[in-house]
């Protein structure tokens, strides 16, 4: 399971950086516009530039609305930016056509620039609450479309959690779609440590956090800290070999 992490500014960046040895995945957003919410460009290019070079950056193109040219303009400029996994948000699609449209402009517009970014079509676990695509639909999309993986966060940032809207045998479903059309799964939305057992046994590809790294927990006002990110990851390759060591014994 690889490890996101999401800094909102280049000095939370540098954070990310004294703890490079512990992530895989650094995420460029703007928690102020949304559970996706867009950066600017000039931030995710400052932030490519202050960690790792061989840390890939990704970087969400906002809680998108159905509206397919404005989408691929955006993800094209968070290729330019130095992104090379782009994840847009299918706030406005509330059908699995429109999501497929939106995506298909998506994967377009930045594999013709960059034909090894990775595209990733995300939906939200609570989308009940803003009817948005229900999120099993997810896999097919990112399938139709052309898409590397297919991601289930939050949208509505109110202290509920991911296993709040969606239980676990959902997201194993999820995961279950999403593997049979040979994509990566992912999953966030205020993941927390005791999360992490479901998460590995049912199979996640990658786990995206920020506010479980922050000082208070509070993705909004906390920063991330080096030393949380340690301690997630610590707690992330226990369950990994507590797992590991169980399917053993079983098989």
């Keep these: 399971m690889l490890l996101l992490i999401s800094p909102d500014s280049v000095e939370e960046a540098l954070d990310c950086a004294k703890a490079a040895e512990h992530l895989d995945i650094v995420d460029v957003k703007r928690p102020d516009e949304g559970s996706l919410g867009a950066n600017f460009p000039w931030v995710i290019r400052a932030i ?82 803003i009817g948005c695509v229900n999120p099993l639909a997810l896999p097919d999309i990112a399938l139709r479309s052309g898409s590397d993986a297919a991601m289930l966060d939050t949208a509505v940032k109110d202290g509920t959690r991911l296993f709040d809207h969606l239980p676990p045998d959902i997201c194993e479903e999820f995961v279950r779609r999403a593997h049979e059309a040979d994509l990566l799964a992912a999953l966030a939305g205020s993941v927390q440590a005791r999360d992490l057992a479901e998460l590995t046994r049912i199979g996640t590809d990658i786990v995206g956090v920020r506010g479980a790294v922050c000082e208070g927990g509070d993705r909004t006002t906390g920063r991330i800290q080096p030393h949380l990110v340690a301690a997630f990851r610590a707690e992330m390759d226990r369950h990994a070999q507590e797992h590991a060591a169980a399917v053993t014994a079983a098989g």
């Design 48 to 129: 490519r530039d202050a960690v790792p070079a061989d840390k890939p950056l990704s970087a969400t193109v906002g809680d998108v609305p159905f509206k397919p040219g404005t989408v691929a303009q955006a993800a094209l400029g968070a290729a330019v930016s130095g992104a090379t996994y782009i994840k847009v948000g299918l706030y406005g699609c509330t059908t699995p056509d429109q999501g497929v449209e939106v995506m298909r402009g998506v994967v377009r517009a930045v594999k013709d620039y960059r034909p090894d970014a990775f595209v990733v079509a995300s939906g939200y676990a609570d989308a009940h609450r």
